[in-house]
């Protein structure tokens, strides 16, 4: 069941792959995107793919402040890096201006005196900004500067890092780092088989675990630490893992998110190939975001745009780095499910159900087996233990004769997909006998079978030889981080199955109404109710009937045309809260209702300080749930599109659901399944089902908004969007926006 999960890609005829926006144009899927493949507001399409082969694989490098000074940290990081070089046959430079040879490899003055250009250049400690910008004369391919020298937190870390960027911006290498430490650098076996992980992160800290991985026999192909970010992100290092035909996975430890649209062109390429991209993400509580994440750049609040977006592109999110190496090993090295179904078999004890109950928590399925496996497992099982899921072998802990057969038959149910199998001995030698039994119905089939190692010592046979000597069973050490792995698995091998880029259906030029809308905005200002309304109008999402007006008479007058019953309300830019000011009132019936109800309106309007539009006479719409569906500003992504309950049910149930422009109706749909109140629409004690379509084009038409005017639209709220009984619809019986 492991093995490679990726086909080969190619780039299309005459396609250029280039640094992260140094060129023009990139291939993805076939796909060359122009320099003009821009979107609608002016952001690129697809993600350029930088040129780091010469990074990781290169034929020489140089260190800059090289030292052999015993007990000196810079002599230590220089004999790692002449290690290294050898080991990957690189020629090494020591650069020192006060020695003639370091640790018995000639030394050269300055970086100016380098024989050759150079493909890596080190810089081991000071400030890198000055060697930084002396490599654009040396050639050099890449900068990797292991201290951040002055960054960190702060108003001098910030501009350290700035100055960092700006320096890679310039013609010349690119920049790893600053910081990050020796991770680029670290040992990379090459006696391991199979699809390899590709480890981002931030210092060398994050990656022991998952490097270590390699001690038991799971393949790693890169590791880059991406340090402060100045130049070289994940963004760039995703798109470009993504393209390694040996990778089968990418696993991230992330202080925060560059440049958000970046990292989603990178996470969309990914998706694309089907290559699982995993993250756990620092700094997304209170507490955890401290002075550490300060330069990753997710500004405080983001939390839930993160989460989405990242669901959106299939970012598979776990929250501790065991889970990072655990599930990124059983995504790089297992095939498609064949079935969703999760079995799970204890040949001993009580354990099957604590396993069973973890996976049912993490919303895997249980199938209950056919009734024929279940009678085939009586054979072996008695009839006081379980056969249905989970099924408990009986047996001692050691196991007996008759697991292979348990395994096989478990198996054979078209239902399971996923077979998980917690075992262990009490003895050195304990274990083997269920071990060997899983190995050998593994090599049998192919649905995903799954080991749980439950002795706390890790150093018994059965454990370091049997089951990790196998390509064929996925071992772990707990049972949850198991489960967290399959429910990834399952989610991954779905979403990429049914995903569609939405950048390939991203709007290129503006839609028909993006003219009418534009001249309605004001700069600076708050749109009146009216204006609000006028705009989406434009975008064709229905309003009610309603008339501005200026004088009692009037009103009367579009009281008749609008029809009674009629609602009133003041149309100003200022007030956010009409109904707590007593500036809305509803259910008027009569002409006399109408213009005394003008006339109160003016007043409170004048006693309040409101400078007024006029006074809306609009048409009464009764019946419905309120939603609200809007337009907010992200600094990291940009415009994004939320949508939840609307009016005062919004208080109840405050709960939201949000996508980053562009996505489609599945994404649409699919923010609707989030909300906690979904089943408001779908009816509820005798109430007729709402019209949810209408609702998905609204979200629709609201992110073309979006995307057209998110440069000039700070803030749109339509709320509340009353949706109507199925096939009538829905309207915007309020809306407030603002412009930037």
């Not at 250049?121 to 900068?143: M, N, R, S």
């Not at 790089?332 to 996976?359: C, I, N, Q």
């Not at 009674?564 to 956010?576: H, N």
Request: charged share 20%; hydrophobic share 45%; aromatic share 4%.
């Amino acid at each position: 069941m492991l093995g490679s999960t990726h086909g080969t890609f190619t780039t299309g005829p005459g396609a250029r792959v280039v640094a992260c926006g140094r060129a023009p144009g990139s291939a993805v899927h076939g796909v060359t995107a122009a320099a003009g493949d821009l979107d609608v507001s002016g952001r690129p399409l697809y993600a350029p793919v930088p040129e780091l082969d010469r990074l990781f694989r290169p034929g020489s490098v140089a260190v800059v402040g090289a030292s052999d000074t015993e007990g000196h940290p810079d002599a230590v990081l220089t004999r790692s890096l002449l290690r290294w070089a050898e080991r990957v046959g690189a020629r090494p430079y020591p650069v020192g201006p006060d020695r003639p040879s370091v640790f018995g490899v000639p030394c050269v003055p300055t970086v100016a005196d380098l024989p050759e250009p150079v493909d890596v250049v080190v810089i081991l400690g000071g400030d890198p900004l000055p060697v930084i910008g002396e490599l654009a004369a040396a050639k050099a391919g890449f900068a990797v500067a292991l201290a951040s020298g002055s960054t960190g937190p702060g108003e001098a870390g910030a501009a350290a890092r700035s100055g960092s960027a700006a320096a890679a911006g310039r013609p010349g290498p690119r920049l790893l780092g600053p910081g990050g430490g020796l991770g680029v650098f670290a040992e990379i076996r090459d006696d391991l088989d199979g699809p390899a992980i590709a480890l981002i992160t931030r210092t060398a800290l994050q990656g022991r675990s998952v490097h270590a991985l390699q001690e038991l026999g799971v393949r790693l192909s890169h590791w880059a630490c991406t340090g402060d970010g100045a130049d070289l992100g994940a963004a760039d290092l995703i798109a470009y893992f993504t393209e390694r035909p040996e990778v089968g996975a990418i696993a991230c430890y992330l202080e925060g998110i560059e440049d958000g649209r970046s990292f989603l062109l990178a996470a969309d390429r990914a998706a694309r190939r089907g290559v699982p991209v995993v993250a756990v993400r620092a700094g997304h509580t209170a507490t955890g975001a401290g002075p550490a994440t300060a330069p990753a750049g997710v500004p405080a609040g983001a939390d839930q745009v993160v989460d989405a977006a990242m669901r959106q592109y299939g970012v598979v999110q776990v929250t501790a780095l065991d889970q990072l190496g655990d599930t990124a090993a059983l995504l790089a090295r297992a095939r498609g499910p064949v079935a969703e179904g999760v079995a799970v078999y204890a040949p001993a004890g009580g354990t099957g159900a604590h396993v069973a109950d973890l996976a049912a928590a993490a919303g895997l399925a249980l199938p209950a087996l056919a009734r024929s496996r279940q009678d085939e497992l009586r054979r072996w099982i008695p009839g006081h233990l379980g056969v249905a899921n989970p099924v408990d072998g009986g047996a001692g802990p050691d196991g007996d004769r008759h697991h292979r057969r348990i395994i096989d038959t478990i198996l054979a149910d078209p239902a399971v997909g996923v077979l998980i199998c917690p075992v262990g001995g009490l003895s050195p030698a304990g274990g083997e006998g269920p071990a060997r039994d899983l190995v050998a119905a593994a090599r049998n089939t192919d649905k995903l079978v799954c080991a749980v190692w439950e002795s706390p010592l890790g150093t018994e046979p059965a454990y370091r030889e049997t089951l990790l000597g196998s390509s064929r069973v996925a071992t772990f050490r707990t049972a949850g981080n198991c489960v967290t792995a399959v429910r990834a698995y399952l989610d991954h091998h779905r979403f990429t199955a049914a995903y569609r880029s939405p950048f390939d259906e991203a709007p290129r030029t503006p839609s028909p109404s993006y003219r009418k809308a534009r001249a309605l905005l004001r700069p600076g200002h708050r749109l009146s109710e009216h204006a609000a309304k006028q705009l989406l109008r434009a975008y064709g999402i229905r309003v009610p009937r309603e008339q501005l007006v200026t004088s009692a008479a009037a009103a009367v007058r579009a009281a008749g045309l609008v029809g009674y019953p009629v609602v009133m309300k003041v149309s100003a830019p200022q007030p956010a809260h009409k109904t707590e000011l007593g500036l809305v009132k509803v259910g008027l019936t009569s002409a006399g209702q109408v213009r005394d109800t003008y006339r109160e309106l003016i007043e409170i309007a004048r006693y309040e300080g409101i400078g007024l539009e006029g006074v809306l006479v609009c048409q009464m719409v009764e019946r419905g749930v309120e939603t609200a569906v809007g337009v907010r500003h992200d600094p990291l992504f940009g415009p994004t599109v939320t949508v939840g309950l609307g009016g005062a049910l919004a208080e109840v149930l405050p709960d939201t659901a949000v996508r980053v422009p562009p996505f489609g109706e599945e994404q649409a749909r699919a923010m609707l399944g989030e909300l906690p109140a979904r089943t408001l629409l779908d009816g509820v004690r005798g109430a007729r089902p709402k019209d949810v379509d209408a609702l998905v084009e609204v979200v629709l038409r609201v992110q073309r908004m979006a995307l057209e005017l998110g440069g000039e639209l700070a803030e749109l709220a339509i709320d509340p969007l009353m949706v109507l009984e199925r096939g009538q619809g829905t309207m915007a019986l309020d809306a407030l926006a603002v412009c930037r």
